[in-house]
């Protein structure tokens, strides 16, 4: 009987290469997150903080240097703001602002662009999409990720009278923000357990970032 080939050692070197990389991989995105917080926090607080009247300040507050103090005011600046937004007089306000915008060329493209992103970001449950799925797009045989939105009402469903439809929407990668919408009969319509987080992860990563799934055994394992 022929012994197989013992697998050629490893050198130092090669041991040390792998264990660097190994620990680049743990300390990397530590790193990285403290940086990118603490760099947030530092250029909210230096262009929040200066627009504050001093008086308006405690006392002992301008001679200190506490971080977080300028994010604490922007979060309750946009705490009113959305408040007051939800008024009668706050969406009269608004209305005419966006008006005002939308007569300005290049401002109207970056801000209903941003709109929009935000719209999708931070879209409240009762206006937000209800589950994540797969369509057969664009032909039979490949499998896109949708966003199922609600059964199909209206003059749609009136036309296409027969079988149940869903409307869903079909975002494009890297842009979630732009896409199609399709209305699908809801016997092709293939429902997925992840969350809309996970889809929309899928979708912008394209493919690279594989979100969390249950086992058999019930822990959670990355694909």
Same mark, same amino acid.
């Given at each position: ?20 990389? *190994? ?28 627009? !504050? ?8 507050? +301008?001679?200190? $240097?506490?971080? @977080?103090? @300028? ?18 007089? =706050? ?18 493209? !970056? ?28 032909? +039979? ?10 059964? *199909? ?12 439809? !869903? ?7 890297? $842009? ?8 699908? +009969? ?6 997925? /357990? ?8 899928? !979708? ?5 970032? *594989?979100? /969390?799934?249950? =086992?058999? $055994? =019930? ?5």
């Amino acid at each position: 009987m022929t012994t197989p080939p013992r697998p050629p050692r490893r050198g130092l070197f090669a041991g040390l290469r792998a264990s660097f990389l *190994t620990g680049l991989v743990v300390v990397a995105p530590a790193v990285l997150t403290i940086w990118l917080i603490r760099a947030f926090v530092e250029f909210v607080d230096s262009r929040v903080v200066p627009l !504050i009247p001093v008086r308006w300040l405690p006392e002992p507050l +301008p001679t200190l $240097n506490i971080p @977080g103090v @300028g994010v604490v005011i922007a979060l309750l600046f946009v705490l009113i703001v959305g408040w007051l937004a939800k008024g009668f007089i =706050g969406r009269s306000l608004i209305n005419w602002a966006e008006d005002l915008v939308a007569r300005m060329p290049v401002v109207r493209s !970056i801000y209903n662009a941003i709109k929009q992103l935000a719209e999708t970001v931070f879209a409240q449950s009762s206006t937000s999409f209800k589950r994540a799925c797969i369509v057969e797009y664009p032909r +039979p045989g490949l499998w896109a990720v949708a966003f199922v939105s609600t059964e *199909t009402k209206g003059e749609v469903a009136r036309k296409l009278d027969g079988e149940k439809l !869903i409307s869903v929407f079909l975002p494009t990668t890297p $842009n979630p923000t732009s896409g199609f919408l399709l209305f699908v +009969p809801e016997k092709d319509v293939t429902y997925l /357990d992840m969350s809309i987080e996970d889809a929309a992860k899928l !979708i912008i990563s394209a493919g690279l970032v *594989t979100p /969390d799934s249950v =086992g058999a $055994n =019930g822990r959670k394992t990355r694909s």
